[in-house]
């Protein structure tokens, strides 16, 4: 059953096996309102596969994964609607332009005014202006860009970024860190995960390693990613 | 209006637009008919078969895989991008989701043979005045059963590395059922036979889609949920 203390994201034991492969060996995971949960771990570590259990867009093999105290599977399409999601993959359709992905978002999600909602997620990430290009003519950066307005044209309470930091330049890196402040102070909860611990650590409020499917730290963010190095070395490489 | 519905016209609407700007879909299976048709007609040995003994086939050959190419280009667009996991994490019914892309690949493979009739007309030269709408209606009866079991396995196959080779695999077999009751309305409307003579047909043909087009869509969510 989901914690009743205020978590927006709730999960609990998550196991996911590939045959006998198993990646993910019983996680918990609570992000509160406002909290930011920064997941770093090595190659092959389950981060990725993590974000896709609790996005509900793979079954975990066992555990449950609860979201405003809704339990997220297949069966529940409403448990989805406060998720928003980036993966590796813009998610994008190449025969749509910038906008019309944006707005078919909107749709699916049931915006009221889908072309307004889809227009401030573009100004958001500041794609206005660009919205009529087509996703195959954009840069690896401005993809990037294009797929967090997608992901954030419904004000999700939940944002799960994967490595969201990808092909962005040091301007539009300071944007999005500055668009998360701004969003968890207005209480979203976050779980970004990242191998570039120095692009995420000043919007974490706690610090997660995985390593072999298994949590092998978790604490609050404390001083500076220079003092956390070492021991996320020692942990990753022991 | 429904939001089951209402999100199943936002999924079609959108592989609509995304098809009349491409246009990949129907073009490869329109050239592709037009192909299998002329390949047809050249095959044929006048002297031993006539067109209108060959036409019933010919055109249901052609329609069935033309319908093949079709449906194949509606998966693969859903595989660029992973675009596929946006509509799984929007709070879309999964049964919403099924309908909508059947809804889809039933306009792409509708148009795909409102453009290869007139051509089978002109390469068999025969004479529809009398059985088009016959015609018309068997292939709508024939089409929605194969485009759903279609609809489920392009999804299946979406995931996997050869899904353009799979589908067609899969695919086949189920097509046959639809594929012989298609044809044998079609030859008996040819050759203006009495209703009566087709009737069992196209019961088959009926019960095929129901029983089919309900299979899809209970089993579609657990073929696109990993």
Redesign the interface.
């Given at each position: 059953m989901p914690s009743s203390d205020g978590a927006i994201l709730d999960a609990v034991g998550l196991e996911r096996a590939f045959g006998a492969l198993r990646v993910l060996r019983g996680l918990d995971v609570r992000v509160r309102a406002g909290e930011a949960l920064v997941v770093a771990g090595p190659n092959g570590a389950g981060k990725t596969t993590l974000l896709r259990v609790l996005a509900g867009l793979a079954r975990p093999s066992s555990g449950e994964v609860w979201v405003l105290g809704a339990r997220v599977g297949p069966s529940n399409p409403d448990a989805r609607r406060p998720i928003g999601f980036v993966s590796h993959q813009s998610m994008l359709y190449d025969d749509l332009t910038v906008r019309e992905n944006v707005v078919l978002a909107a749709r699916l999600y049931g915006l009221p005014d889908p072309g307004a909602a889809a227009e401030r997620a573009l100004a958001a990430v500041g794609l206005d202006g660009r919205g009529d290009e087509r996703p195959r003519h954009l840069s690896r950066g401005l993809l990037q860009r294009a797929s967090i307005a997608r992901a954030l044209v419904h004000a999700p309470r939940l944002l799960l970024l994967d490595e969201p930091f990808t092909g962005l330049d040091a301007p539009a890196g300071e944007r999005l860190r500055e668009l998360l402040a701004e969003r968890l102070a207005a209480g979203l909860a976050l779980v970004l995960v990242t191998h570039h611990l120095d692009e995420a650590w000043q919007l974490a409020s706690r610090v997660a390693v995985l390593a072999g499917g298994r949590w092998v730290l978790e604490e609050p963010r404390v001083g500076e990613l220079a003092g956390f190095l070492p021991r996320y070395h020692a942990l990753v490489h022991a | 209006m429904p939001?089951g519905l209402?999100?199943a016209l936002?999924?079609a609407g959108?592989d609509i637009?995304?098809?009349l700007?491409?246009k990949t879909a129907l073009l490869s299976a329109t050239v592709f008919a037009a192909l299998v048709l002329v390949i047809f007609n050249f095959a044929r040995d006048p002297t031993a078969l006539s067109a209108g003994d060959l036409a019933p086939s010919a055109l249901w050959v052609t329609f069935a895989f033309a319908a093949m190419v079709a449906m194949n280009r509606a998966f693969t667009?859903e595989r660029?991008?992973?675009?596929i996991?946006?509509?799984?994490?929007?709070?879309?019914?999964?049964g919403a989701l099924f309908a909508g892309k059947l809804l889809a690949n039933l306009a792409f493979v509708a148009a795909v043979e409102a453009v290869a009739l007139p051509l089978f007309v002109l390469f068999f030269n025969v004479d529809l005045s009398r059985s088009l709408w016959g015609i018309v209606g068997t292939a709508v009866l024939a089409t929605i059963g194969f485009v759903a079991v279609g609809t489920v396995f392009g999804a299946m196959a979406v995931r996997t590395r050869f899904a353009e080779l799979l589908l067609p695999v899969l695919l086949l077999p189920f097509m046959v059922p639809p594929l012989v009751g298609a044809v044998q309305v079609t030859s008996r409307l040819l050759a203006d036979r009495p209703l009566s003579e087709m009737l069992g047909w196209l019961r088959i043909l009926a019960a095929y889609d129901v029983v089919f087009v309900t299979l899809a869509a209970l089993v579609f969510?657990s073929v696109v949920?990993?």
């Open positions: - | 939001e209402r999100l936002v999924v959108k637009r995304a098809e700007r491409s667009v660029e991008h992973d675009a996991d946006g509509l799984l994490l929007a709070p879309i019914p999964r969510s949920d990993e």
